[in-house]
């Protein structure tokens, strides 16, 4: 009887000639030798820097002069109302055209939600948003095309892919931040039902006008005082100053920068995780992947190296409630990386615009020296845009930490002397959705 042997850890070349001299006495008319060889296995590069999360993860996509914009969010909890409005209302504040320290760029950035809602509520299944481009003009992008924007991403991206996209900058267009901001305004909502985390930013800085910070009551700050002029900054007075310095490089073709202050009110304590994965470090890393961002500060910031230890330390004592507070905040509501329950206050700074339309030098794609004068729609200004763009991403990453504080802290009972429920309120009661269908 005919027997077979079969080897799957044989090495080298796998010719009948060329067979090892142990196998080659075995080889005869009874004897059958079959060499298999492992298939070569392909190696796979993982291409990343499109999404953030871990627990609430969220991937952008789409480009500025393509098809449309929008975003995956994976891991969102099950039974929470939501509707395209909710996410609309912030996507309204974060459009182009909405003033003349805008863009003119006119879209109407309306979102579609086309999975992971039934009848109002969330499923716990992905959930797709999408956003369609309707005011594209790629002519506007031919000088692009060839000579490279000072201070743009337009030559990295062609120093890292050798290939890009020339109308309206691709991925690297503010357009991108649609993905999240409508993400950003379900986190919000998820943080405010679950602990009443409240998120709010506003313009402190245009240029050279400063917002005191003294004129900005952080515990009573509203929506509505940010909202009430063009700018986005919550004292009218300062307001007319940043729209007129706007205004004074906008009509010649230039722009400015400016700064965001973003806080949080009732963030639960806890939140963050050492060493690397701080609270104040995540905050860092979300706010500065937003387009334009040039700088992060946190509590005291660069002005705390000013100080000594006791005149920067925050005190502890205890209220009439019993928790442990702090007397001043400059720790900015994180200590050693974790929330403690204060107000978390942070400061973003954003460049001007490099697309401009003042003659520059640069070079072309061949490497030849020219002046180019950009054309295209911009922002004279980025500030008062980006300040949805911040709330959200700092809703991102809170949400993303309560979760993961929850599934490692909060599994089995809490220790009442040292830790508060993540629940420091009664759930906040959303209103249900009405007539509501599946989308």
Same mark, same amino acid.
């Given at each position: 009887?005919?027997? =077979?042997l #079969?080897?799957?850890?044989?090495?080298?070349?796998?010719?009948?000639?060329?067979?090892? =001299?142990?196998?080659?006495?075995?080889?005869?008319?009874?004897?059958?030798?079959?060499?298999?060889?492992q298939?070569?296995?392909?190696?796979?590069?993982?291409?990343?820097?499109?999404?953030y999360?871990?627990?609430?993860?969220?991937t952008t996509f789409?480009?500025?002069? $393509?098809?449309g914009?929008?975003?995956?969010?994976?891991?969102?909890?099950?039974?929470?109302?939501?509707s395209?409005?909710?996410?609309?209302?912030?996507?309204?504040?974060?459009?182009?055209?909405?003033?003349?320290?805008t863009?003119?760029?006119?879209e109407?950035?309306?979102?579609?939600?086309s999975? $992971?809602?039934?009848?109002?509520?969330?499923?716990?299944?992905?959930?797709? /948003?999408?956003?369609?481009?309707?005011?594209?003009?790629?002519?506007?992008?031919s000088?692009?095309?060839?000579?490279?924007?000072?201070?743009?991403?337009?030559?990295?991206?062609?120093?890292?892919?050798?290939?890009?996209?020339?109308?309206?900058?691709?991925?690297?267009?503010?357009?991108?931040?649609?993905?999240?901001?409508?993400? $950003?305004?379900?986190?919000k909502k998820?943080?405010?039902?679950?602990a009443? #985390?409240?998120?709010?930013?506003?313009?402190?800085?245009?240029?050279?006008?400063?917002?005191?910070?003294?004129?900005?009551?952080?515990?009573?700050l509203?929506?509505?005082?940010?909202?009430?002029?063009?700018?986005?900054?919550?004292?009218?007075?300062?307001?007319?100053?940043?729209?007129?310095?706007?205004?004074?490089?906008?009509?010649?073709?230039? =722009?400015?920068?400016?700064?965001?202050?973003?806080?949080?009110?009732?963030?639960?304590r806890?939140? $963050?995780?050492?060493?690397?994965?701080?609270?104040?470090?995540?905050?860092?890393?979300?706010?500065?992947?937003?387009?334009a961002?040039?700088?992060f500060?946190?509590?005291?910031?660069?002005?705390?190296?000013?100080m000594?230890?006791?005149e920067h330390?925050d005190e502890?004592?205890?209220?009439e409630?019993?928790?442990?507070?702090?007397r001043?905040?400059? =720790?900015?509501g994180?200590?050693?990386?974790?929330?403690?329950?204060?107000?978390?206050?942070?400061?973003?700074?954003?460049?001007p #615009?490099?697309t401009?339309?003042?003659k !520059?030098?640069?070079?072309t794609?061949?490497?030849?020296?020219?002046?180019?004068?950009?054309?295209?729609?911009?922002?004279?200004? /980025?500030?008062p845009?980006?300040?949805?763009?911040?709330?959200?991403?700092?809703?991102?990453?809170?949400?993303? !930490?309560?979760?993961?504080?929850?599934?490692?802290?909060?599994?089995?009972?809490?220790?009442?002397?040292?830790?508060?429920?993540?629940?420091?309120?009664?759930?906040?009661?959303?209103?249900?959705p !009405?007539?509501a269908?599946?989308?």
């Amino acid at each position: 009887m005919a027997s =077979s042997l #079969t080897s799957n850890s044989i090495l080298g070349s796998t010719k009948p000639g060329s067979l090892p =001299s142990e196998l080659c006495r075995l080889s005869s008319p009874a004897v059958q030798i079959s060499i298999r060889t492992q298939p070569r296995k392909n190696f796979q590069i993982q291409a990343t820097g499109s999404s953030y999360g871990t627990h609430f993860r969220v991937t952008t996509f789409g480009e500025s002069h $393509g098809g449309g914009v929008g975003c995956i969010i994976d891991g969102c909890p099950p039974r929470i109302p939501l509707s395209e409005s909710d996410m609309q209302f912030d996507l309204d504040r974060r459009r182009p055209g909405q003033s003349r320290i805008t863009t003119p760029r006119k879209e109407t950035d309306t979102c579609r939600i086309s999975s $992971g809602v039934s009848e109002g509520m969330t499923t716990g299944t992905s959930i797709h /948003v999408f956003v369609p481009n309707t005011d594209q003009r790629g002519l506007d992008y031919s000088e692009m095309s060839v000579a490279y924007r000072p201070s743009h991403a337009d030559a990295t991206y062609d120093m890292k892919y050798g290939v890009r996209s020339v109308q309206g900058g691709g991925r690297s267009s503010a357009r991108e931040t649609i993905g999240r901001v409508a993400p $950003g305004a379900l986190a919000k909502k998820i943080l405010k039902q679950y602990a009443g #985390t409240e998120i709010l930013a506003y313009v402190s800085q245009v240029h050279q006008v400063v917002l005191p910070e003294d004129l900005v009551d952080h515990e009573n700050l509203t929506l509505e005082q940010i909202e009430s002029n063009i700018v986005r900054c919550p004292n009218p007075e300062y307001a007319e100053k940043m729209i007129a310095a706007i205004d004074a490089v906008r009509t010649k073709g230039n =722009s400015v920068g400016g700064v965001v202050t973003c806080i949080v009110r009732n963030a639960p304590r806890g939140l $963050g995780t050492p060493v690397f994965d701080k609270l104040e470090a995540e905050l860092a890393k979300a706010c500065m992947s937003l387009p334009a961002t040039k700088g992060f500060e946190f509590g005291s910031g660069f002005s705390g190296t000013f100080m000594t230890g006791l005149e920067h330390n925050d005190e502890f004592y205890t209220d009439e409630n019993g928790r442990v507070r702090t007397r001043t905040n400059r =720790s900015g509501g994180i200590q050693g990386g974790i929330s403690n329950g204060e107000i978390i206050n942070m400061r973003i700074a954003f460049k001007p #615009t490099s697309t401009i339309g003042r003659k !520059q030098n640069t070079v072309t794609r061949d490497k030849k020296e020219t002046e180019m004068i950009a054309r295209g729609r911009h922002d004279p200004c /980025v500030v008062p845009r980006a300040v949805p763009m911040v709330e959200a991403m700092v809703a991102l990453v809170l949400v993303d !930490q309560l979760m993961a504080q929850y599934a490692q802290c909060h599994l089995f009972p809490i220790n009442p002397e040292l830790q508060e429920p993540l629940q420091t309120t009664s759930p906040v009661e959303l209103e249900q959705p !009405q007539n509501a269908a599946a989308l």
